[in-house]
């Protein structure tokens, strides 16, 4: 991490004292270092910054209002967004508290699907545009690239999971591998939905929204429900959670899937796609550490061995 970088970021925050920030994460794919109040994030450096400027503007939408975490506006011409020195998009937001890793039972499975219900039911032709496209295939073909870059061959154990990986993704149709345009009109959709997705604001005890619009767009709307979808398949979700989730996204007038009876017709494919995406994710991690897979990344792994 640069120095320079996270300096920036600081002083974006305007904290001092006992509230200096602190680095909340430092990935590939963005930088974030939050203070007492204020989270200032930088994003990747690859980011399509006039892409981002039209999710900051939709997150800031009175429409949105209660659905997603606002950004903070700053000084600048594109009102939420600032550009650092290699050019990279730096953006402010409201400190939320999020999902408390270590108490599961307390997750918020149903205020999530209430939110996507709320988020899947904004007409993307009421927004500031052009709404681009949601990013959730293109992130799942970057996964498969990554983990094709991965010095696998390190462990002998992962070439075949490897193999099973690569029979789940080609046994998916093009628009979920990011080769073709999703079918249908589309709806608005986060395109990367999981419960370190969910903030309080304001803190402590305010009410639950979105954050992270990296990846917002029009897309195919079931993308959004496909995470907790492929642990369900995958075994890795209890199906009382599972059914808590659907149930209240289909009670919220969700509209990414029919109102009762069988979901997987809209949603096997996204499914199929995440567990794909995470299993790659998971076997570039395993290669890069020189380990074998743990219990949870078999399990994916075994998941896309049966797509295939």
């Known amino acids: 991490m640069s120095r320079a970088l996270i ?3 600081a002083a974006l925050t305007e904290a001092s004292g006992p509230e200096d920030p602190v680095v909340l994460a430092d990935r590939p794919d963005g930088t974030v270092v939050g203070g007492a109040r204020t989270v200032a994030k930088a994003h990747a450096p690859d980011c399509d910054a006039a892409a981002l400027a039209v999710r900051l503007r939709i997150a800031a939408h009175p429409r949105l209002h209660g659905t997603l975490l ?3 506006p700053v000084t600048g011409p594109d009102g939420y967004l600032l550009r650092y020195d290699d050019g990279r998009p730096l953006t402010r937001w409201p400190y939320g508290r999020p999902v408390a890793p270590d108490d599961p039972d307390a997750a918020p499975w149903e205020d999530a699907a209430r939110l996507l219900a709320r988020l899947h039911a904004v007409d993307p032709a009421t927004l500031p545009g052009p709404v681009p496209p949601m990013r959730g295939p293109a992130k799942a073909a970057r996964a498969l690239a990554r983990m094709r870059t991965a010095p696998a061959a ?3 154990c ?5 193999r099973a990986v ?5 046994a998916l149709p093009p628009w979920a591998r990011d080769e073709a345009p999703a079918p249908g009109p589309g ?7 999981h419960l370190g997705q969910l903030v309080r604001h304001p803190v402590p005890d305010g009410r639950w929204l979105l954050i992270d619009v990296d990846d917002l767009g029009v897309g195919e709307a079931g993308w959004d429900l496909a995470r907790p979808a492929a642990w369900f398949a995958s075994g890795l979700l209890a199906p009382e959670v599972w059914a808590r989730f659907l149930g209240a996204y289909r009670a919220a007038g969700g509209r990414a899937v029919r109102p009762d009876g069988d979901p997987w017709p809209e949603l096997d494919v996204p499914a199929r796609a995440l567990t794909v995406q995470t299993a790659a994710l998971s076997l570039a991690k395993a290669a890069q550490e020189g380990r074998p897979l ?3 990344e078999t399990a994916l792994v075994d998941s896309c061995a049966r797509m295939a």
């Open 7 to 9: 300096r920036r970021l």
């Open 70 to 72: 606002p950004p903070l």
């Open 154 to 156: 390190a462990v002998p």
């Open 158 to 162: 992962l070439a075949a999971a490897a």
């Open 166 to 170: 690569e029979g789940g993704w080609a």
């Open 187 to 193: 709806l608005l959709c986060h395109g990367d939905l």
């Open 294 to 296: 743990d219990e949870v």
